[in-house]
């Protein structure tokens, strides 16, 4: 997909040109801001890929659909490595504003247990010998998982303002300027297309295993019929 | 119903005889919470401060141990396969089972925990908000690990990607779990926190075992 | 300070700024790098097959 490449290249060039050049450090974070050109993009992009897998999962043992199934499989590393980054961004964003690599607030938390399903997701979809059964355990696990997502939100929201004042966490969201706001969208809508491009990549490499397989067994059933006859 | 009965009559008679699955846990649970005043040393205030984590935890880990075979003994043995072709909804089997795996393995750590807060300075009026919250938290545990371990039936690494699915699913109960017992601590009321675990059990009650019969069925395919 | 080593500095806060894009651009870039490889190896395996299954075929 060549105009997937191209895009995806193009918007975060134009992306981190704007981010990085041509906008203003926010005037409490300073320079620290650009940390959420990579950061937040990422957050949305880990949770998109987690409802796009849920879904695809859905689809797949729904309608039986094979492709949902790629679709699913495919999407789980992508999701995992958005959601590493976010993780990883915040840490370092986190140090310089809060003083602090690591918080258990809600957003950190239920980040990190969407990062722990996704881990499980591909450690079970590994998990079997026979592909059919490894799929649709894997898809069972994505859509309970993603019943869970909204769940922690939810709990670790009380179990927090319970415990701990939200004062070094609450960081006003600073009425975003439009300066701020284009390089932002443009990295997000660059790290969309750059999921479609891998997504595409790693698809079209699981159809042709599949393909594989196909003519594998085809192979070794028509050996077998030469012995027997 | 009585069906249902007789597969839980069965599950706890073999747990019982066989006995090993529900005393290791156990003895795993005492053993763990045991190790805790040699890591971070005897001091009471600190014990008392963080006991009730220190329980819930361990209790959670505990309770995975025996999870790992609680399909897959009856899938090897082929077992499970009749039982899914019995007149009996799979449903109500899993519900039986699960039944019979937290009377074997969550009801012993549930009376041990009282007894191991104590040795870990908890002031006793937390004793019965903390069995409370295990009798209350412990089944949704159960529950969901079920649909855990229908789903590695057959995988390859069952033990450790048992706890790698089940253990993020429980992170709401261990949250409130604590919560329960950290309100009575303070002396605030617990009334919410068994609220939203009753809730969280009424909500897993009727989604795991259906879920848990779903991968089930997908194991016997 | 030149305006670069400014822009290099970036207020102060380059040991945070800097990695959180190296880290950003390692983790998709391998990522890619990967399935790129992954495809590609793919393709080569069952082209291998299917030549072969090709020659098989013109055999008999």
Redesign the interface.
Known sequence: MPWLQRSTLGLIAAG?TLG??LSP?DYQQ???V??MY??VP?AWMALFCYTAMAGASAAALVWRHALAHVAARATA??GA?FT??AL??GS??G??MWGTWWVWDARL?SML?LF??Y??YI??AG????R??AQ??AA??AI??F??VP??KF??D??NT??QPASVLKIDGPSIDPSMLAPLLLMAIGFAT?YF??LA??M??EI??G??RA??LR?AESEAGDRSS | MRRTLLILRRDLRLALRQGSDSFAAVMFFVMAVALFPFGVGPEPNMLARIGSGILWVTALMASMLALERLFQNDYDDGSLELLALAPLPLEAVVIAKIAAHWIATALPLIAAAPVLALLLHAPAEILAPLALALLLGTPTISLLGAVGAALIIGSRRGGVLLSLLVLPLAIPVLIFGVGAVEAALMGLPARPYFLVLAAFLLAALPLCPWAAAAAIRQALE | MTPFQAFLSMGGYAGYVWPSFAIAALALGALLFASLRSRKATAAELDALETQAGEEASET
């Open positions: 981190l990085l050049f450090p300073g320079d620290s650009r940390i990579v950061h990422a590393p992508i490595s590493f980054i990883a961004s370092l964003w140090k310089p938390t247990v722990f399903l881990l499980g450690v079970l998990a079997f010998d026979d059919e059964r649709k355990s069972v696990l309970v998982g019943v869970n769940i922690i709990s670790v009380w179990w319970l415990h750059y491009w891998v990549i790693r079209q490499d042709m295993a393909k594989i003519l594998r192979r």
